[in-house]
């Protein structure tokens, strides 16, 4: 059965998305503080799909992300937060999560977050841990590589790191801000035209036709997308 840890320290709500999880067809593995959360995962292995509530009596929901992240880069992560300002995109970025819910949330909306992102990490956290892979492509988040059908894409580390943001967020409209922070960094202090610049360069490696993009493609007057 497929695995999900609820960490969140408030027993009403840990109790509702336990409830829901299992309706959902999810084995639900339940932690009460950030500490044991991660004792839980390290019991738990197989695992897929982790929310953390980011308020908790111990550390932060941010420190336990970047904990799990320091071991684990395949396991999906949802950030659940009691405000939209809470959640600072940036930060769940930085510390790696996958995606954010913000309280309430109804049943329906904790599953179908739960459901694409277990669909996007997989059920293997396995041995094929540190690979992604998406239509012709593979990123070894290991030895940070992309392959594109079994052939070596040659990309600066800037490159690799807007590569890995995409994989990671297949389908899913990134702002030029959004890269420019999790790429950069978020004391960064340049110009947004250098995400520009970089996904020119990244299309040039990595389209079939430069000049019709289907892999980035621009979201106009926003950022860019990935698909593959
Ligand atoms: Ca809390």
Same mark, same amino acid.
């Given at each position: 059965m497929k695995k999900v840890l609820i960490l969140e320290d408030?027993?009403?709500? =840990?109790?509702?998305?336990v409830i829901n999880l299992k309706r959902a067809g999810y084995e639900a593995i339940e932690a009460g503080t950030g500490m044991e959360a991660l004792e839980q995962l390290k019991?738990?292995?197989?695992?897929g799909v982790a929310i953390l509530d980011i308020m908790l009596p111990d550390i932060d929901g941010f420190e336990v992300c970047r904990n799990i992240r320091a071991t684990d880069k395949q396991i999906g992560i949802i950030m659940l937060t009691a405000r939209a300002q809470e959640m600072d995109k940036v930060t769940g970025l930085m510390t790696g999560a996958d995606d954010y819910i913000t309280k309430p949330f109804s049943p329906a909306e904790l599953t179908a977050r739960i459901d694409a992102l277990? =669909?996007?990490?997989?059920?293997?956290?396995?041995?094929?841990?540190e690979e992604i892979q998406q239509g012709p492509f593979v990123l070894n988040t290991r030895n940070r590589t992309l392959d594109k059908a079994g052939r070596r894409v040659k990309l600066t580390q800037v490159e690799?790191?807007?590569?890995?943001?995409?994989?990671?967020?297949?389908?899913?409209?990134?702002?030029?801000?959004?890269?420019l922070a999790a790429v950069w960094g978020?004391?960064?202090?340049g110009e947004l035209k250098i995400v520009d610049v970089n996904i020119r360069r990244l299309r040039i490696k990595i389209e079939d036709d430069t000049a019709n993009p289907t892999y980035i493609t621009s979201v106009w007057g926003f950022g860019y997308k990935w698909g593959a």
């Open positions: 408030e027993v009403s709500i =840990r109790s509702f998305v019991n738990n292995p197989d695992v277990y =669909r996007r990490v997989g059920n293997d956290t396995g041995k094929d841990a690799y790191a807007i590569m890995k943001l995409f994989m990671q967020n297949p389908g899913r409209a990134l702002s030029r801000e959004d890269i978020r004391d960064y202090d």
